[in-house]
Each structure stands twice: as C-alpha cells, then as structure tokens.
C-alpha cells in the first residue's frame, strides 16, 4: 500500500523528539486496533486524524476514504456485519459528531458493533469561543452503547480494549470513544503494556431447565417454527440452526441480518417478508436473537396464534416478554443456546421429520400471484424483472445489501439468500441511503476475510431506489480509490415511490414526491464507475452480466416502472413489508374474537 508522504519535511521537524521506547498515541491506537484483528479503518480525512492516520498507515491498515461522517460510520458498521469484528470509524468533533448521528442509530438499531473514533479539540480549546466546543458527546450517548473521552493518553491501550469489549459483549453495539487530539501526537511511554493478553469475554450459557423446557416443547408441536434475527447472526449461531432445521425438519424464517444463517430454499427455510403470512399457522415459535418489533407484528395476534407457545432466547433478559408471555425464556447467547436445544433433542432422540407443507399450502396464492407479474418484454420494467433477472445470476455466496422502500418490498418476493451474513438492509432504523455506505463496509469486509483466507471476496450486489441513491453517492469515490467492487442496481421510479402512490391514493395526486428524468449511471461515471443506464425489459439482463463482469464499481440505472407501486397498496399478496398498529395488535391478543 502506498504511504502518504504529503506531510513530511518541516511539520514532522517540529515535532517533539520521541525515545525510542515511545510511542504517539496515534500509534498506540494502531497496535491496539491490531491485536484486536482488525486490519481497516474508515475515515473521513482530517487534520485532527493526522497522526492516527499516519501510524495506521505506516502499520499497513487499509483507510477506507468517506465524504460524508454517516457514511464513513455505516461502512465501518457495513464491515462489522460482515466480517464479525469491530468497526472501526474516525471522524471529528465538532462538525462531525452531528453529521455521524443517522450512522450511529443505524448501527445502534441494528446492533452492530462499531467503535467511532472522535478527535476533539485540544483541552487548551475548550470553551473559549462557543458552546459548540463543549461537549459534541452528548448528542451520541442516548444512541450508543457506551461513550467516553480518554483522560490521559497513557490509558489510550486501555479505552480502545474497554470500548471494543463494550461494543462486542452482550448485545452488540456501536461505541464512542472522544479523543483529545494532543493525546494523538503525544509521546506514550508504554512499556510492554501493548504486549499484555486482551480479556476473552464468556458467553453467557442457556439455563438446562429452560432448554429440557423448550426441546419438549418443539417435540410435542404440529408445526413448530423459528424465527432467526440478527443477534444469531451476530452470535455465529447458523451452523446451530442448520442442524435444527435439517436433523429434525424444522423450518426457519429469517429476518433482517438474520437471513441466509439457514439458506433460503422455499423448503425449510424462508425469509420473513415474504413467508409471514403463514406463521400464523404455527403452534411453537422459537425465537432466535429476534425482537418481536413492528416488522413482525410485535409477536401478537393477528400475525400469530393467541394460542401459540413461545420460547425465546436473547442475550438480555430485559428484552424476554416485551410484548406477550413467553412460556420457556432463556436469557443466553444465541448459538450456545440453540446448540444445547439441538444436542437435548438428540439426547431425547426426537424424530427426524421431512419438511412441512404447512408454509408452503399457507403461502400457495401468494406465490402464484407474484409469479404471474412482471413477466413480458414489452412495456416498462417491472421491478420484478429486475428481480428475477439478478437472482438468475447473483453468486450464491453474494452479499445483498438492500435500501429504498419500494423496490425492497418487490426483491423480497423474489430474493433468496443463500449464505449467511449475506444480507443487510436499513432496517430496523429505516434511513434511506444508508445502504450505499453499508455496501462500501461489506466489500471491505469481505476483501480482509478473503485475504485473511487467501480466497476470492464475496461480491457485493446494491439494490436500491432512486430516491434512497440520493442520500450518499459520493461514497463510490472512496469505493474507486480502495478497489472495491460494488455491483449497484438502481430501480429508478422518478419519485419516492411508497409516498407518491400513498399520495394517490388519498388525494389521487403527487405533491413534492417526483423526481423527474434524472441520470443516475451519469452520477456512478464521474466518480469512475462501470456505468449504464437500461429502459427495456430484454436489455436488464445483459446489463447484470456486464456489471459483474466489471473490474470496476458498477452502477446501473434501471428505469423501472412508475405505476408499479400502486398495486402495492391495493394487494395484500405483494406487501411483504407489512404495517401493523400496535393498539390493534394489543387488541386481537388479548381479544381472540377480535380479528
């Protein structure tokens, strides 16, 4: 890797004259970073960073360049869904902190573990000219996990280990670490202090009584289901749910980071989104580093049976029984706790059984019906084509990372996952563009896993909406400065298509939902990106190969149809993002006649 030497000659003269048993803080983060296992950085490029920046560098870290502080924390929490380890993210202070707030609640929903870096103000700049010196913090400790300024740079070893402890253990989560940007260049007398063992944290174990309770409870069920969240992705626990679903045929529907831990086969295992209508139809539900949120009905009737059990795992135990009783709680990590289910039904010799046709009679119409849309040559592309034409040539191994709202509410009838920790979106947060950062994250976290096992990176693929593409396309520069490939697909509507056709449908016309004729694959050529634009049906296809083909970022406009959305709101059988009111949900559970 290149070495930046644009701030050699009279700057470094006039620094302070280190002993040989020193180190600059900047240098003292770097070490710690790497015996931690983490070998890249994200940043947004300043002068505060510079002697951070300088040793990472020097220590051969891959710098991920950013153009805007949300997105340089999204690819750092992009990187960590991947990969499994700490993001790492360095921005400022002042003007940074505010802009990075949409990044970290991102991260934060989604339970992503992410370490932001701040650089302060020298302590001698505290306060002597406005409020805006004094404490930028506050605006990011309700939304992360834990947040602290370094009091002296000799604990400088001490706070990036506490901080990746924090943002690592338990539930996961993003951490804020401020530090004084003196402490960066400051000579650090540390000893054999980098030398010392970092602290293993213990996962916390599953209470037998509750696994003997919950295994009984699967082997007694017609029609057990799981559901995967992301705290089993985060957890490891796919090779868990794998031997769950096919030693004992029971299937697993997987929500959100939580999809591809069992591959999506329409047999035992499915997506959330679009095999929801059926969990009704389950007697025992098994949930899995899940939250019962809005996306899935919060747990309640009418999504599912008054009358079904529950058994829930999750690493906190304030997060058991948030919105109904749950007959077998185990507070415990996710993986430990379904493999000792799985080694209790083994133990008991539960029954080996084929896969249900309760999910698949359940969801038959749903099926059919999506099946016959989206399907000619003529006319304008139905984002169904788009679809169906990438899933014909996505890798299986693939990394899908979804934004928009419209166009992910038509690939969630059509995508399937088929490895694990190959599917992000912006959920549960919901921030539009988000997912162009979180694709930069996931092609860099994907090129260290490969080079860490001398294999080829897992493609990226970018699906995205016009209006979502909006938010930060200027992280494609940072994506052709690093060489990193990310395959996009823009479904181009003209408009924020969910609130146009919400529009249309109360007051039967647009207002300040439309964008009008803009050229997207002219956004992805300035920045250097394989780019082109597609209007036909029959051309969406070679444009997919050409894309991944490129050696290049790619970035493909694809005009779709901007009528399409309407029948999103009319027909049940395509929402598969579907709205529910809490009131009502309340109502029906504890209210079975209601429905």
Known sequence: MARSTSLRGGFWDSMPKRKSNQLTGGMVISRTLQKLGINTVFSLAGASHTHSLDALDRDGFKIISGRHETATVAA???????TGKLGV?????????????????TAYEACSPVLVIVARLSTASIEPQSQVDHDA????????????????PERLREYVEVAARHAMSGRPGPVVLQVPQEFLSAAVEVANELDLPLTATPKPQANPHAVTAAAELLMGAKRPLVIAGGGAMFANAGAALRALSSEFGIPVMGNALGRGLVPEDDDLSWSWPLAQPAAREADVVLWVGSRMTQRLGYGMAPRFSTDARMIQIDVLGEEIGRNRPIDVPIVADAAVATAAIVAELKRRKAKTKPAPKWIKDALKERLTFIDSIGRGDKGPIHPYRLARELMKRMPADAIYVGDGADIQNWMHAILRIRHERGFMDHYPLGSMGIGTPLALGAAAGAREIAEEQGEKPRPVVHVTGDGAFGFYPSEYNGAVLAGLKITTFISNDGAWGTEKHGQMKVIERPVNTTFGDVRYDLIGKAFGCHAEQVTKPKDVGPAIERAFKSDKPAVVDVVTDPMAGKLRKDDPRVMTIAFSDLPLSRKSQYTPDVR
Not at 137 to 152: D, E, F, G, M, Y
């Open 76 to 82: 750092a929490d992009g990187f960590a869904r991947v």
């Open 89 to 105: 993210a360095l921005i400022i202070s002042d003007q940074g902190v505010p802009n990075a707030v949409s990044g970290v609640l």
């Open 137 to 152: 913090q506050a605006l990011l400790r309700p939304i992360s996990k834990w947040t602290r300024t370094v009091h002296a």
